[in-house]
């Protein structure tokens, strides 16, 4: 069942591999701009030099969304009296990950993820790693158990996608599930 209220949504890019996720949720939720209220993003640096060597562009900036920088800590989502419902990270590294889980709050988006698990809003970590050591699989826990979504880049195949957009967006779409979005894709047994 998806929530029919207005979102207001934090996206953050972080420097694990994977940046086809998060031009792929850009895409689709800025598409989706009758359901949210507000959208932000906040990007590590490493993210854009990651984003840059797997898409060969720097065409975050061509997003007209409100970003943030990692030290901006007076961005609206820093506080719960931001009243941000949802944070997405994708793709979501395991060091930042480690960072979460384990109550630090060194940046902007650290600090954004602790504030969405102390008010108990949705945060949903794309993790995207291979292989899990044990320590990402307990941090994975940690999270989990402090109310935390981890969804792993793991796409579908049940829709038989064709290209390379289409794979990485059987991942977003169920990432916009998680975060209440109601997103026209495939469907099992419909």
């Known amino acids: 069942m998806v ?11 972080t420097g694990a591999s994977g940046s086809i996720y998060a031009q792929t949720l850009l895409k689709k939720i800025t598409a989706l701009k009758d359901q949210w209220t507000e ?14 060597t797997e898409l060969g562009n720097d065409s975050w900036k061509e997003f007209l969304i409100k970003n943030y920088g990692t030290k901006d800590f007076s961005a609206p989502f820093a506080s719960g009296s931001g009243q941000y419902d949802s944070m997405i990270l994708i793709p979501c590294s395991m060091g930042t990950l480690g960072r979460i889980a384990s109550g630090i709050s060194n940046d902007l988006i650290s600090r954004a993820a602790d504030v969405m698990l ?6 949903i970590c794309v993790v995207r790693e ?21 969804c ?39």
Do not use: C, Q
């Open 3 to 13: 929530d029919s209220i207005m979102k207001k949504t934090v996206i953050a890019i």
């Open 130 to 150: 291979t292989p899990y050591s044990l320590i990402h699989i307990r941090n994975m826990e940690t999270v989990t158990l402090a109310g935390g979504i981890i």
């Open 118 to 123: 102390k008010e108990k809003r949705k945060l």
């Open 152 to 190: 792993p880049a793991t796409p579908s195949f049940y829709s038989r996608p064709s290209t390379i957009e289409e794979v990485a967006a059987t991942v977003v779409d169920r990432v916009l599930d998680l975060a209440g979005y109601d997103v026209s894709t495939f469907r099992w047994g419909k």
């Open 39 to 52: 959208l932000s993003v906040v990007m590590s640096d490493n993210a854009k030099e990651v984003w840059s």
